[in-house]
């Protein structure tokens, strides 16, 4: 068997480690004599899964007591829309601030003005083609808002906040899909936090939301697949939840924890991405559109000084073992998804494709 580097953005790389235990563990969980997706979700081995899973995230982010943690579907995508409804409790005095750093939080925007049309943008940095995130100084915030929503890395243009914004007494909520458990966080300083699973957590299917117990049960007569209250008080069992995915993640936070937890990551993924960001900046053939403050360790977008080698580039890359290079169709280039289970290995394999593709094009 040979597994190739697999740079996509999402649905991502899995620890080998994970898939390997998966594996065994496929047709018979620890002599259940059944697999876990066969298994009933109330049943006494599921509820030591999911129970595991929740303790386990709780111990890697720190998560204290006063934060409920959800395993929910729909992907983060859902909780656009989710947030508004449940933490806009009065829309003719209320509004929310959102800080714009690409497509998701433009995605986020446009959902949360479906169900509130009062929502501002405190920033942008859409005017410099999202190279950037905006600064401290440049947010407007409304110290009445209900929420400022962040969104902590984007996938897309390659940056990644270097700092926590400052909200005062206005929760932070942060999509923090692509890069959570990459990095250590102070939870307590967020009012939510929500990631969907496929990049750093495990497989598609599951989102995890992280909040704080005081903002849920504001608004009354919610759905209840949209309550997030309604959502705690059951454990995440409303409804059958995505059991599988679930599984998969509490195996992805066990490797987290053998490596040493998040704090060892993040070194990790330091050596990481600042192997393949030298690479890039040491060539003029190369080229990075982000601003080097506000680059992301976990998505590396590029270019090529000449642009129409790009399918040339992606062709080699494949025929050498390094997929989903493509960048978003939105900006075009390549684009080095880099989360947590991508082995240093990886990037050092693409670095010397870049340089052989360099040698025999330039």
């Keep these: 068997m040979k597994r190739v580097y697999n740079f996509s953005a999402g649905p991502a790389v899995l620890p080998l480690p994970v898939l390997e235990r ?14 876990v997706m066969e298994m009933s979700h109330r049943s006494k081995e599921y509820m030591a899964i999911i129970e595991a899973a929740e303790a386990k995230l709780r111990t890697l982010m720190g998560i204290g007591e006063d934060y409920a943690v959800l395993f929910l579907q729909g992907g983060a995508t859902l909780q656009f829309a989710m947030l508004p409804m ?8 209320q509004s929310a601030d959102y800080i714009m750093t690409g497509s ?15 929502v501002r943008i405190a920033a942008s940095s859409k005017g410099v083609n999202y190279s950037r995130i905006p600064r401290q100084e440049e947010l407007t915030l409304n110290p009445d808002a ?10 897309i243009f390659g940056t990644e906040y270097p700092y926590l914004p400052e909200t ?9 899909s692509s890069n959570i458990l990459s990095r250590p966080v102070e939870v307590a300083k967020y009012g939510m936090i929500y990631a969907g699973a496929q990049k750093n957590l495990g497989p598609s299917g599951v989102t995890v939301v992280i909040i704080r117990k005081d903002l849920m049960g504001r608004k009354a007569n919610l759905p209840s697949m ?8 059951e454990g995440s069992m409303l409804n059958t939840p995505p059991t599988y995915a679930i599984y ?11 490596q040493g937890g998040v704090a060892a990551i993040e070194q990790r993924n330091i050596v990481k991405a600042n192997k393949l960001y030298a690479a890039i900046d040491a060539s ?4 990075c559109p982000t601003e080097p403050e506000s680059r992301s360790r976990m998505n590396v977008p590029f270019t090529l000084a000449k642009p129409e080698l790009t399918d040339a580039f992606l062709a080699g890359a494949k025929g050498a073992g390094l997929v989903t290079l493509k960048g978003h169709r939105s900006v075009g280039g390549m684009r080095a998804s880099i989360y947590n289970a991508m082995p240093e290995e990886g990037i050092d394999a693409l670095i010397a494709f870049m340089h052989e593709f360099e040698r025999t094009q330039a």
Excluded: C
């Design 104 to 118: 998701w939080s433009e995605k986020a925007l446009a959902e949360a003005k479906k169900i509130f049309a009062d």
């Design 86 to 93: 449940n933490l806009i409790t009065d829309p003719a005095t």
């Design 168 to 176: 005062g007494n206005v929760p932070l909520i942060a999509d923090a």
């Design 146 to 155: 209900a929420y400022v929503h962040m969104t902590s890395n984007n996938t």
């Design 22 to 35: 998966a594996r065994d563990e496929m047709i018979d969980y620890r002599g259940s004599g059944m697999s």
């Design 284 to 287: 003029s053939f190369y080229l």
């Design 226 to 233: 949209l309550d997030y209250q309604a959502l705690a008080k």
């Design 248 to 258: 998969i993640l509490g195996l992805v936070l066990d490797w987290v924890q053998e």
